[in-house]
């Protein structure tokens, strides 16, 4: 007769892996089905199917945590201090991936600001941005105005918050500091996956737009100039977050040796 309970132990001690996993492979799957599917318009597909990737990344990281079995010790302390949750996420990416979520934010809003409808489509304001080439009025896009912009402030206002929650619930719950930085980690990096992939989205919309032709214009190339570094810093963003996703072990840095990450 086979024993059962080291088979489900097992598998209870890696469905976080599993779910993390499988929130990866669902958002793949439903991206290519989002961004091949009918429309006139073939932007809207690619945001839908980026969007759609970032959610199912969080929503398996999520899963995974919840499954996540509790250590069950025999005595445990507890310190007066209260746990932070900046000291267990990961001390470097945290930083850039506000800042991502700040310069995410900011050219969101200026691209609503500054679009308009197209000409040649009825319905669907917010999809261009009109400039002057030679005296007269063009229209330039995708831009990424609140007709793109509106499913990328829906998952940042569903992904943001539930992820916080869950490094809260994390930095206050039971474990070691190795294991509750794990997961906290993979939280980080599935946010940082939501985040990164939206930047690069809209960063490769300006670029479109503004190199279309040659109405952009010098703030047009400034623009360029400027926004490209950031296309850089959310591809590397974006490459950590996925596989600290796939596999978070947070290190022990000179901010852990000196005792940062220790219970406050």
Same mark, same amino acid.
Do not use: K
């Given at each position: 007769?086979?024993?059962?309970?080291?088979?489900?132990?097992?598998?209870?001690?890696?469905?976080?892996?599993?779910?993390?996993?499988?929130?990866?492979?669902?958002?793949?799957?439903?991206?290519?089905?989002?961004?091949?599917?009918?429309?006139?318009?073939?932007?809207?597909?690619?945001?839908?199917?980026?969007?759609?990737?970032?959610?199912?990344?969080?929503?398996?990281?999520?899963?995974?945590?919840?499954?996540?079995?509790?250590?069950?010790?025999?005595?445990?302390? =507890? *310190? +007066?201090? &209260?746990?932070?949750?900046?000291?267990?996420?990961? $001390?470097?990416? #945290?930083? /850039?991936?506000?800042?991502?979520?700040?310069?995410?934010?900011?050219?969101?809003?200026?691209?609503?600001?500054?679009?308009?409808?197209?000409?040649?489509?009825?319905?669907?304001?917010?999809?261009?941005?009109?400039?002057?080439?030679?005296?007269?009025? =063009? *229209? +330039?896009? &995708?831009?990424?105005?609140?007709?793109?912009?509106? $499913?990328?402030? #829906?998952? /940042?206002?569903?992904?943001?918050?539930?992820?916080?929650?869950?490094?809260?619930?994390?930095?206050?719950?039971p474990g070691d500091d190795q294991q509750r930085r794990n997961r906290a980690w993979a939280i980080t990096g599935a946010w940082g996956l939501l985040v990164s992939s939206q930047v690069l989205l809209v960063v490769l919309m300006i670029f479109v737009a503004l190199t279309e032709n040659a109405c952009a214009g010098p703030l047009g190339a400034a623009t360029i100039v400027v926004i490209f570094p950031?296309?850089?810093?959310?591809?590397?963003?974006?490459?950590?977050?996925?596989?600290?996703?796939?596999?978070?072990?947070?290190?022990?840095?000179?901010?852990?040796?000196?005792?940062?990450?220790?219970?406050?």
């Open positions: 007769m086979l024993d059962t309970i080291p088979l489900q132990s097992r598998f209870l001690e890696h469905a976080d892996h599993y779910a993390r996993w499988s929130g990866l492979a669902i958002g793949i799957v439903a991206a290519q089905q989002l961004a091949t599917m009918d429309s006139s318009d073939i932007t809207m597909p690619l945001v839908f199917a980026i969007t759609a990737f970032g959610l199912c990344a969080v929503g398996g990281v999520l899963l995974g945590d919840t499954l996540t079995l509790r250590p069950q010790e025999a005595v445990r302390t =507890a *310190s +007066l201090a &209260p746990r932070l949750v900046r000291a267990h996420v990961p $001390p470097h990416m #945290a930083p /850039l991936l506000l800042l991502q979520a700040a310069s995410l934010a900011t050219l969101l809003v200026i691209g609503a600001v500054t679009a308009s409808s197209a000409p040649d489509r009825t319905g669907g304001a917010g999809r261009v941005i009109t400039v002057t080439c030679e005296g007269m009025p =063009a *229209s +330039l896009g &995708p831009w990424p105005g609140l007709y793109y912009s509106g $499913p990328m402030f #829906a998952a /940042l206002a569903i992904g943001t918050p539930a992820c916080f929650w869950a490094l809260r619930r994390i930095a206050h719950g950031l296309g850089l810093l959310s591809l590397f963003a974006f490459g950590w977050s996925l596989i600290t996703v796939v596999a978070p072990r947070a290190v022990d840095d000179e901010a852990a040796n000196d005792g940062t990450f220790d219970d406050e």
